[in-house]
């Protein structure tokens, strides 16, 4: 029996909300990194070695969240993972050296790990296909409004009581679990408009032999590189360049960046779902038309030393940038068979994760050897270029790995 859109509502803001804090929780220390640095006695390099951890953390993660999810209870796994990763966000607090920062933020990635594979195709699952690209819109959001949470609560207790907000996250985040475990339904696995089997290694090897999977698979990682950057080396490169008189202020300076974020995850989803009636394209055209534009307006941003002018930039960048985020998992869902959803999320978070890791101690290295800008905005830009390159393949490959996905569900119909 479907859910009913009460339902639906309910559990599209629970799990958007338990998103934000998962977000906010990763995101607690770009805010406050040059006060840590400086009462840390850390360097550049330590501070991206930090961030390395937190990425090599949530591969190893996907590894055994991505393949528990398709065979356990996606609720629980929520549940566990949320209660687990808020514990050890509220222990953060207690850190004093680098070695424990390390380990702390680097345990708490690990738990993390379990909310995507899970969440994202629990609520697919759970609602009909033409809401996919609002529900995906929605949940895309939350990564910088998960972001905006973690700056404005560090910029208002004040960068230098940085302790307090891991504290503060740490316990809306059990909170949040504990509602999951009690109000979370846990739906048939395939959802309501496919028809859904039971997870294998075959599936699974299916998965790699599609080249669109394997083309959001290098979308995937493009965006995620672009974000991911611009949320922990912006507000350190406005303070570093000037741009922003202090720390507070620098990491307020990203708040139109994230709206534009915000904005731009939903005009991707409703773009998507709307073009889609038209064209089976239409996830990677908006792809190609967020990465062009937000390669452009990235070019621009680097270029301006003038904080408003950065901020009102970074806007555009944002909104046009984030618009890709929904493209990727809808060509994926659209493309691999409904029981390997949790695993292809899984599988492409192990990837991007592995590039951002290593990326992240390379921007910290190249700053100390030369300058954070030639570091950062090289990485952003060359993302952007990858971005592109995928999203064009996609237009050629997508329209027959969906025939394709499609004639496996009307063959597993007939079957049974």
Same mark, same amino acid.
């Given at each position: 029996?479907?859910?009913?859109?009460? %339902?639906?509502?309910?559990?599209?803001?629970?799990?958007?909300?338990?998103?934000?804090?998962?977000?906010?929780?990763?995101?607690?220390?770009?805010?406050? #990194?040059e006060?840590?640095?400086? &009462?840390?006695?850390?360097?550049?390099?330590?501070?991206?070695?930090?961030?390395?951890?937190?990425?090599?953390? #949530?591969?190893?993660?996907?590894?055994?969240?991505?393949?528990?999810?398709?065979?356990?209870?996606?609720?629980?796994?929520?549940?566990?993972?949320?209660?687990?990763?808020?514990?050890?966000?509220?222990?953060?607090?207690?850190?004093?050296?680098?070695?424990?920062?390390?380990?702390?933020? #680097?345990?708490?990635?690990?738990?993390?790990?379990?909310?995507?594979?899970?969440?994202?195709?629990?609520?697919?699952?759970?609602?009909?296909? &033409?809401?996919?690209?609002?529900?995906?819109?929605?949940?895309?959001?939350?990564?910088?409004?998960?972001?905006?949470?973690?700056l404005?609560?560090?910029?208002?207790?004040?960068?230098a009581?940085?302790?307090?907000?891991?504290?503060?996250?740490g316990?809306?985040?059990?909170?949040?679990?504990?509602?999951?475990?009690?109000?979370?339904? &846990?739906?048939?696995?395939?959802?309501?408009?496919?028809?859904?089997?039971?997870?294998?290694?075959d599936?699974?090897r299916?998965?790699?032999?599609?080249?669109?999977?394997?083309?959001?698979?290098?979308?995937?990682?493009?965006?995620?590189t672009?974000?991911?950057?611009?949320?922990?080396?912006?507000?350190? %490169?406005?303070?570093?360049?000037?741009?922003a008189?202090?720390?507070?202020?620098?990491?307020?300076?990203?708040?139109?960046?994230?709206?534009?974020?915000?904005?731009?995850?939903?005009?991707?989803?409703?773009?998507?779902?709307?073009?889609?009636?038209?064209?089976?394209?239409?996830?990677?055209?908006?792809?190609?038309?967020?990465?062009?534009?937000?390669?452009g307006? #990235?070019?621009i941003?680097?270029?301006?030393? &003038?904080?408003?002018?950065?901020?009102?930039?970074?806007?555009?960048?944002?909104?046009?940038?984030?618009?890709?985020?929904?493209a990727?998992?809808?060509?994926?869902?659209?493309?691999?068979?409904?029981?390997?959803?949790?695993?292809?999320?899984?599988?492409?978070?192990?990837?991007?994760?592995?590039?951002?890791?290593?990326?992240?101690?390379?921007?910290?290295?190249?700053?100390?050897?030369?300058?954070?800008?030639?570091?950062?905005?090289?990485?952003?830009?060359?993302?952007?270029?990858?971005?592109?390159?995928?999203?064009?393949?996609?237009?050629?490959?997508?329209?027959?790995?969906?025939?394709?996905?499609?004639?496996?569900?009307?063959?597993?119909?007939?079957?049974?």
């Amino acid at each position: 029996m479907p859910f009913t859109s009460r %339902y639906l509502i309910i559990l599209t803001i629970l799990l958007m909300l338990v998103s934000v804090v998962n977000i906010a929780d990763k995101e607690l220390l770009a805010p406050v #990194a040059e006060v840590v640095r400086a &009462e840390l006695g850390m360097s550049d390099t330590q501070l991206g070695a930090i961030r390395s951890a937190v990425f090599l953390a #949530a591969l190893v993660s996907q590894l055994f969240w991505g393949p528990l999810s398709d065979r356990w209870v996606r609720k629980n796994v929520i549940t566990l993972g949320a209660i687990i990763w808020s514990a050890l966000t509220w222990l953060t607090a207690f850190v004093g050296n680098f070695p424990q920062l390390l380990s702390a933020r #680097a345990s708490m990635s690990f738990a993390e790990g379990c909310f995507n594979p899970s969440s994202f195709a629990l609520i697919t699952d759970s609602a009909p296909k &033409e809401k996919h690209g609002l529900l995906i819109g929605l949940m895309s959001l939350t990564y910088p409004v998960g972001t905006a949470a973690a700056l404005i609560v560090a910029s208002a207790i004040g960068t230098a009581q940085w302790r307090q907000p891991f504290v503060i996250f740490g316990i809306i985040g059990i909170a949040l679990g504990v509602l999951v475990f009690f109000i979370v339904r &846990e739906p048939p696995r395939g959802g309501m408009a496919e028809y859904g089997g039971k997870f294998s290694l075959d599936a699974m090897r299916r998965v790699w032999t599609t080249p669109s999977a394997l083309l959001g698979f290098a979308l995937d990682t493009a965006q995620a590189t672009i974000n991911w950057s611009l949320a922990f080396w912006a507000p350190i %490169y406005f303070t570093r360049y000037r741009i922003a008189p202090n720390a507070d202020a620098a990491a307020l300076a990203l708040l139109p960046a994230i709206l534009g974020f915000v904005l731009g995850a939903l005009i991707g989803g409703i773009a998507i779902d709307r073009l889609r009636q038209r064209t089976e394209r239409a996830p990677a055209i908006v792809a190609l038309i967020a990465m062009i534009g937000g390669l452009g307006a #990235a070019f621009i941003t680097f270029n301006l030393f &003038e904080m408003t002018s950065v901020m009102l930039a970074g806007f555009v960048l944002g909104l046009v940038g984030y618009m890709a985020m929904p493209a990727v998992n809808l060509v994926f869902f659209a493309v691999v068979p409904p029981e390997t959803k949790a695993s292809t999320i899984a599988t492409s978070n192990v990837i991007l994760n592995l590039v951002i890791a290593i990326i992240s101690f390379l921007i910290g290295v190249v700053s100390d050897a030369a300058e954070l800008r030639v570091a950062f905005g090289g990485v952003v830009l060359a993302m952007f270029a990858v971005g592109i390159g995928a999203s064009l393949a996609l237009l050629r490959t997508l329209p027959r790995d969906i025939a394709r996905q499609r004639e496996l569900i009307e063959a597993r119909v007939k079957r049974d």
